[in-house]
Nanobody, 123 residues
Framework: QVQLVETGGGLVQAGGSLRLSCAAS????????MGWFRQAPGKEREFAAV????????LYADSVKGRFTISRDNAINTVYLQMNGLKPEDTALYYC????????????????WGQGTQVTVSS
């Protein structure tokens, strides 16, 4: 298990940017691939992005590709999600998650989750 705490959410106008951070503690951070998921009101939690433990592989949902960038700094046990060109449909609670898989887009593969940080995009 690894403990995860997300920060950086907030209210932004359409077209704006936000950077989410997720600080990890507990077991060795570099052992985990890290992902970002999001859940809008009344909808299922969905995959947004994932980065492998060695940073060599990143995957994105089609809905965020070209606008969001996931990165990680293993020296300080932190993963980031840079979100540019935000749209009202990006409004959701954003969760950081960890998996022992090399890389995965499946929610069920992630065993550790943060509490979420709210992102609200106004039109």
């Amino acid at each position: 298990q690894v403990q995860l705490v997300e920060t950086g959410g907030g209210l932004v106008q359409a077209g704006g940017s936000l950077r989410l951070s997720c600080a990890a503690s507990g077991r060795t951070f570099s052992s985990f691939a890290m992902g970002w998921f999001r859940q809008a009101p009344g909808k299922e939690r969905e995959f947004a992005a994932v980065i492998s433990r060695d940073r060599s592989t990143t995957l994105y949902a089609d809905s965020v590709k070209g606008r969001f960038t996931i990165s990680r700094d293993n020296a300080i046990n932190t993963v980031y999600l840079q979100m540019n060109g935000l749209k009202p449909e990006d409004t959701a609670l954003y969760y950081c998650a960890a998996t022992i898989s090399y890389s995965s887009t499946r929610r069920a593969d992630f065993g550790s989750w943060g509490q979420g940080t709210q992102v609200t995009v106004s039109s």
